[in-house]
């Protein structure tokens, strides 16, 4: 069975300051992906960023990167120069195998950016 | 840019009552999602829907509920019965190709069963 976790129910960074939101995973497929999403107070969710389990390159998107350590089936999201906006719940979730493309989510990460 | 809606934003219904809730996908995407989040809690999986047909259900989507594409742009999801232990927040996602594109995800409809 496919399962994310993500262990820190919350986090506290300084603006303008790095962060990282950790997110393990365990699959047996060969073939997955891996994605980040944001809730912010409002309720939406926010797509930052996607991740192949083939892709040679860790995945960017603007102030957010992918820190992709297949063996360690890990896929950590970096936040570089933390804005007061960036406060909001984190998701990580996995995409299944197969054509049916469910997402399964970790717990998620409170993130509270500190001025 | 294009955009997954939802309605109603807030759905306030008696415990055994029926309720639909109405998505509008992006109009170029192939598969269709529903996911529910209990307030605090994560998101999850309920159904997945390709070529007018259920691909894959959680253990969650039980007789009790159903989906449908009734016209060429919306997709719905019918709780035939509420109960109280439905109250979330019901999202609707879609996307392009299955697992390895992103989903774009609704603003969510908010149920609350009394």
Known sequence: AQKITQTQPGMFVQEKEAVTLDCTYDTSDP?????WYKQPSSGEMIFLIYQGSYDQQNATEGRYSL??????????????ASQLGD?????CAMGSSGNTGKLIFGQGTTLQVKP | EPEVTQTPSHQVTQ??????????????HLYFYWYRQILGQKVEFLVSFYNNEISEKSEIFDDQFSVERPDGSNFTLKIRSTKLEDSAMYFCASSEIGERNEQFFGPGTRLTVL
């Open chain 1, 31 to 35: 073939s997955y992906g891996l994605f």
């Open chain 1, 67 to 80: 820190n992709f350590q297949k063996a360690r089936k890990s896929a950590n999201l970096v936040i570089s």
């Open chain 1, 87 to 91: 406060s909001a719940m984190y998701f």
């Open chain 2, 15 to 28: 415990m055994g009552q029926e309720v639909i809730l109405r998505c509008v996908p992006i109009s170029n």
